[in-house]
């Protein structure tokens, strides 16, 4: 069976490598053990959050499948932070947990080049160095140029709930075997990690009078792009509720200890710091008299509960116990307990920017395999995977994206760069330059990218040129516009603001935060084609009145970036041996030696490399 790619795994990962790569050109076999778990939701059926709702959108604008099908598979959207600056906006949708998966089998089956194939790849086959070909569990020989391993929780995965193991990557799926140890025979490092789930509670058992609701927004905002609004939300939207842990329940839980596999050593794997166990926060967060649950429902047509929060591995008598003590839940029933899982990862260092592996040309790692956690992570090493894959066999220029123009960009760096000890989740914090890499123009950063590789269409990429040109005559008018006191000033009495007393710039009163620009415009009727204009399409009003607002923040930030831009231009040639040169430190030379970077830039942020170590390359290079 010939295929131009392999891709392991039907993950969120496998999806838009899969997708990417089809959508370039190439002939891609899938190979997944049951179809119709595509993109299946393991842990909570949401997509987006803090951070990684901008992963979404950059998912999006590069052309990717995770926000379309969000979109058709919402039922609640909310923009988190809205109170907060622009560079911290976030969307979130909690998603219908079954139509997520069915409407990720119809969207990939529906595009040409790819094979959906039930199987599971457990050798990989290697000459001269590179890839030639796979094999599968059950016999079949795949012949291909390039692999993406997309394997998720799967690489020998065990499930514990208590002392009570059991072999699988998610709950009744088997395991991934014989893949792991077919890597390590080829001189990749394994590693084990570990993350959980929390309980199922059947919905019609919980008691949400005393709960607190939390709504969706009024006027939802979908992920796409491509997502026609008339139509959205295309699903009725639900609410979720908020409970909490007190000491009665934490007193509960500690009696379970004894009998945890976390603290008694039977599971070794490190878990994700930011999302931890019950049991972990209560150990961790000793202080603390509660914590915060989130009641979360599977989906429309389900009578199922996601207790957001309460992940564990305790035994499945004491989270019974302890649950019937938390508000809402004292009636609750069980479908199914919490567990963890322990699985193989492959640490990152091991990866290039473009998620090849350093040592296989055409092997690439996508998702958790690198030691990452959250689907919106997965997804986005799928599409930098699949698209590089993608464009190898083509014989084209890779393609990596920098820290200062996506958090793609961050997330790639973080990997190749950084240690990863613990599943690697992204934050607003993870980017210094969070206020240019914000999810409102994702597309005016990273759009081009995605149509120039041919996975954007040209009639989306002619709309964002001109709305450039809008957005750039607005923000000119209001630069050189003065407006008179007397224009003025009654609609800054209407909006609590001082008055002014001599003609100022337009520009100057928008900073004010409690001008809005609509409200702006409205109120003083500008007769300008320019205005009208702006006032028709409000992403261009959207993103006039941000760059207005934060014109000195943004400059500054754009001033700082080139100058980084420096030492991310001057390049390191890939088979550059930093053993050899003697003047830098031994864990400088261990340091870069293993993880090859690319630039200075890169070389700077590793860990243990000094400012002098950097100076000492530059020299080197220049000369």
């Known amino acids: ?171 009744g799926e088997p395991p991934a075997t014989g893949l792991t140890e077919s890597l390590v025979k080829l001189g990749f490092e394994s590693g084990r990690l570990k993350t959980g789930t929390p309980p199922r509670i059947i919905k019609s058992t919980i008691n949400f009078s005393g709960l607190q609701e939390q709504p969706g927004d009024e006027y939802p905002e979908p992920f796409s792009l491509r997502t026609n609004k008339k139509e959205f939300p295309f699903l009725q939207q639900v609410s979720c509720f908020l409970t909490y842990t007190n000491e009665t329940v934490h007193k509960i839980l500690e009696t379970g200890f004894d009998r945890s596999p976390l603290f008694t050593g039977i599971i070794n794997g490190v878990g994700p710091r930011y999302c931890p166990s019950i049991e972990d926060k209560i150990v961790r967060f000793a202080d603390k008299k509660s914590h ?82 959250g689907y919106e992570e997965a997804a986005s090493q799928g599409l930098i995977a699949g698209i590089n894959a993608a464009l190898k066999i083509q014989k084209r220029k890779e393609f990596t994206l920098k820290r200062s123009e996506a958090y793609i960009g961050v997330l790639t760096d973080d990997l190749v760069d950084k240690t990863i000890n613990e599943p690697y989740r992204i934050f607003t914090s993870s980017a210094e330059h969070r206020l240019i890499l914000r999810q409102d123009n994702a597309d005016r950063r990273l759009l081009k990218y995605g149509y120039k590789l041919g996975l954007i269409p040209a009639e989306m990429y002619n709309e964002l040129k001109e709305r450039e040109v809008l957005i750039s005559a607005g923000i000119e008018f209001f630069n050189t516009k003065r407006i008179k006191p007397a224009e003025i000033n009654p609609f800054l009495q209407g909006v609590n603001t001082s008055e002014i007393s001599e003609p100022e710039l337009i520009s100057k009163i928008i900073k004010r935060p409690e001008i809005r620009l609509a409200n702006l415009i409205q109120d003083l009727k500008f007769d300008n084609p320019i205005i009208n204009a702006i006032k028709k399409d409000s992403k261009a009003l959207e993103q006039v009145e941000i760059e207005l607002k934060y014109d000195g923040y943004i400059s500054r930030e754009l001033d700082l970036i080139a100058k980084i831009d420096r030492l991310e231009n001057t390049k390191i040639p890939l088979d550059f041996n930093f053993i050899n040169l003697n003047q830098l430190s031994a864990e400088s030379k261990e340091k870069l030696q293993k993880i090859k970077p690319r630039t200075l830039g890169q070389a700077s942020r590793i860990s243990g490399v000094t400012p002098s170590d950097i100076s000492i390359l530059l020299v080197y290079l220049k000369s």
Request: aromatic share 8%; glycine share 12%; net charge negative.
């Open 1 to 171: 069976m010939n295929y131009d790619i392999i891709v392991v795994g039907g993950g969120h990962a496998g999806i838009e490598a899969s997708v990417a790569a089809a959508k370039m050109g190439c002939k891609v076999g899938l190979v997944t053990m049951e179809k119709n778990a595509l993109g299946r939701m393991s842990c909570n059926p949401a997509i987006g959050g803090s951070a990684k709702g901008h992963l979404v959108h950059e998912i999006d604008v590069l052309g990717g499948a995770m926000g379309l099908i969000a979109d058709r598979t919402g039922i609640q959207f909310r923009t988190l932070n809205k109170s907060k600056g622009p560079a911290v906006w976030a969307g979130r949708c909690q998603s219908d947990r079954s139509l997520y998966s069915e409407e990720a089998v119809r969207f990939v089956s529906a595009i040409p080049n790819i094979e959906i194939i039930e199987d599971s790849v457990v050798d990989v086959v290697v000459e001269d160095g590179r890839i030639v070909g796979a094999k599968s569990l059950y016999g079949k020989e795949f012949i291909c140029k390039a692999i993406v391993v997309c394997s998720g929780t799967f690489l020998n995965g065990l499930m514990y709930t208590g002392f009570k193991s059991t072999k699988g990557g998610r709950f």
């Open 292 to 373: 915060q649950l989130f009641i979360e429902p599977e989906g429309l047509d389900k009578d199922l509960i996601y207790l957001n929060g309460f992940s564990s591995s305790l035994p499945e008598d004491v989270q019974l116990k302890a649950l019937k003590l938390i508000p809402g839940l004292e009636e609750a029933v069980v479908a199914r307990p919490a567990y963890a899982i322990e699985y193989d990862y492959f640490p990152s260092y091991q990866i290039d920017l473009t998620m090849e592996t350093k040592k296989i040309s055409g092997l690439y790692f996508a998702g958790q395999v690198n030691g990452t956690s």
